[in-house]
């Protein structure tokens, strides 16, 4: 049986096949140009057609490892610790890397947006160090798991840096979790003193995890580098021109 994704090259080919037998028997130029156009027709389409089917495999396979990923932490095996950071309990850096790969390649077969947020937050002088540095930022990461959507991703990406995955949510959905995060630590960490944020989201940003990723970082860091002002910090969206 034939693939239907084969069609439209198929198509293209056999109705250049019959133009060129048809210039041969007639002997008409004009069938000839026609054969040569549907040949260049029918080898176009089998290279997008193939370019189609690349992708949808690695879509799926990032698919299958995001799912063997989110699904360890409830397994209760003993190297599902290895995903996640030992202070917060949240996902860690190699968790986030794979999960967002995943999120992206499943918004591109279902053709809807996903958000990265990456929050840097300043601590209080009394909690840079030691054990109230550690409380501190658990707390920061009780609050996420408080405020995000269950669909939600966050992870623990560094000392002070952390990392949320927003599924289905377009750069103005990020920015209002973003703000809202600042108004929930506002209300509850007195710890935490400062919050930036950077925003980035698919396909507005980058077609590629990495892409989205690489403007995500340049956001934060025009955040980080802004003043406080009135609020807890910056929230900066990625740039579409960012090279």
């Known amino acids: 049986m034939v693939d239907r994704r084969a069609l439209p090259g198929l198509t293209a080919g ?6 060129g037998v048809g210039a041969l028997v007639l002997e008409q130029p004009e069938l000839a140009i026609v054969a040569a156009v549907c040949a260049f027709a029918a080898g176009a389409v089998s290279v997008f057609q193939v370019r189609l089917i690349r992708q949808a495999e690695r879509d799926a396979a ?3 490892a995001l799912a063997r990923l989110l699904d360890l932490p409830r397994t209760g095996r003993a ?11 949240l996902p860690d850096l190699p968790f986030f890397t794979l999960a967002l790969e995943g999120r992206v390649a499943a918004a591109r077969r279902h053709l809807w947006p996903v958000t990265v947020l990456l929050l840097e937050i300043g601590l209080a002088p009394e909690c840079e160090t030691g054990r109230a540095r550690t409380e501190a930022v658990a707390g920061f990461a009780n609050l996420l798991r408080r405020t995000l959507r269950e669909a939600d991703i ?4 560094g000392t002070t840096r952390f990392a949320v995955v927003l599924d289905d949510t377009a750069e103005e ?7 809202r995060i600042q108004v929930a630590v506002a209300r509850d960490v007195s710890k935490v003193r400062r919050m930036a944020a950077g925003v980035a989201s698919y396909p507005t940003h980058g077609l590629a995890a990495g892409d989205v990723l690489t403007r995500a970082q340049a956001a934060l860091a025009r955040a980080c580098a802004g003043p406080t002002g009135r609020g807890l910090g910056q929230v900066e969206v990625a740039l579409r021109d960012f090279a």
């Open 154 to 157: 966050a992870c623990r990406i």
């Open 173 to 179: 959905g990020g920015v209002w979790t973003a703000e």
């Open 14 to 19: 056999l109705a250049g096949l019959a133009a």
């Open 62 to 64: 990032g698919s299958a």
């Open 79 to 89: 190297d599902s610790v290895d995903l996640l950071d030992p202070e917060t309990g």
